[in-house]
């Protein structure tokens, strides 16, 4: 069974684009999450998904925005990026909301804006 | 964004000692994670811990869930050089959010 596929792995880009991370979950799992770690800053929850829809959001910026597709897959975008949007993106997939316990990540996608 | 305490930050043992790191909150949580990231990659899932009190293990791995539901325990015995990397824990609340610790840096010298 295929674990969580995040790409691209390594994203380099500059201040003011825009970019989008593509996500697919486990197999079966409905439930999408989003995490941005950085040094300073550990794992911060951004949004989780199911549905189609968001269920819950962090504390970010709406630079930061995602979307669900009808077959599980995410994406997140951020737009107008800066130098402290830097970090690595992970992404985690569940059977369910309120399944975060059996939360499983993928290898995430390592931000550089310059 | 909130973060848990854990410690210690870091930690540099020989191969064969064990190894504890713990992690507290000023909230309560409903189930505690321990996670372990290995470089250039994303966290794996070590123990879940879903009751106050509930002590459970996995191989070398022992992890508590303390009484007053705000902190939790992690303990690895006999350590070997694969157990290098960092390790998380997490906590579940009321708002279904998971909220990571600041991690600790093991390393372990053959």
């Known amino acids: 069974k295929a674990g969580v596929t995040q790409t691209p792995r390594y994203l380099i880009k500059t201040r003011g684009q825009q970019v989008t991370l593509s996500c697919s979950p486990i197999?079966?799992?409905?439930?999408v999450s989003w995490y941005q770690q950085t040094p300073g800053q550990g794992l911060q929850f951004l949004f989780e998904?199911?549905?189609?829809?968001?269920?819950n959001k962090g504390n970010f910026p709406g630079r930061f925005s995602g979307r669900q597709f009808s077959n599980s897959r995410s994406e997140m975008n951020v737009s107008t990026l800066e130098l402290g949007d830097s970090a690595l993106y992970l992404c985690a997939s569940s059977l369910a909301p309120g399944t975060n316990e059996k939360l499983f990540f993928g290898s995430g996608t390592q931000l550089s804006v310059l | 964004g909130q973060q848990l305490n854990q410690s210690p930050q870091s930690m540099f043992i020989q191969e064969g000692e064990d190894v504890s790191m713990n992690c507290t909150s000023s909230s309560i949580f409903n189930t505690w994670l321990w996670y372990k990231q290995d470089p250039g990659e994303g966290p794996v899932l070590l123990i879940a811990l879903y009751k106050a009190g509930e002590l459970t293990s996995n191989g070398r791995l022992t992890a508590q869930f303390g009484i007053t539901r705000k902190d939790s325990f992690l303990n690895i015995s006999a350590s070997i050089p694969s157990d290098v990397g960092i390790y998380f824990c997490a906590g579940l609340g009321a708002t279904n959010k998971l909220i990571f610790g600041t991690g600790t840096l093991l390393a372990v010298q053959p």
């Open positions: 998904y199911f549905s189609e829809t968001q269920r």
């Open positions: 197999s079966g799992h409905r439930s």
